[in-house]
């Protein structure tokens, strides 16, 4: 499956952004999706996941009661909602999934087989 994130942007501390990951297969059933980030020279980091049959959501330390992972199953999407931005969120944000990963590897990005292109956020102070 081809994956098509978008919605990334520029935004002060304390704004909100929502970013977007399309499924080029038209559906993600049966399929885990995550999002991970990355800041050049350092590792791809998880931030949240869900698992599309069940909805069950699974979220980083970080980001818990800021950001929020959803789906949309009309339209193969899944959403990524960022509120309450932090200067420490700026990233290259990638939207990723697989239909093979148990629970307790859904924050492992070598557990994913397919990725997105990232998308840029950027946070101001």
């Known amino acids: 499956v081809q994956l098509q994130a978008s919605g990334g942007g520029s935004v002060q501390a304390g704004g909100s952004l929502r970013l977007s990951c399309a499924a080029s297969?038209?559906?993600?059933?049966?399929?885990?999706v995550g999002w991970f980030r990355q800041i050049t020279g350092k590792e791809r980091e998880f931030v949240a996941a869900?698992?599309?049959?069940?909805?069950?959501?699974v979220y980083a330390d970080s980001v818990k009661g800021r950001f929020t992972i959803s789906k949309d199953n009309a339209k193969s999407t899944v959403y990524l909602q960022l509120n309450s931005l932090k200067p420490e969120d700026t990233a290259v944000y990638y939207c990723s999934a697989d239909p093979r990963i148990i629970h307790s590897n859904l924050g492992v990005p070598s557990a994913y087989n397919y990725w997105g292109q990232g998308t840029l956020v950027t946070v101001s102070s």
């Open positions: 869900l698992k599309w049959n069940s909805g069950n959501t």
């Open positions: 297969a038209r559906t993600f059933r049966g399929y885990s």
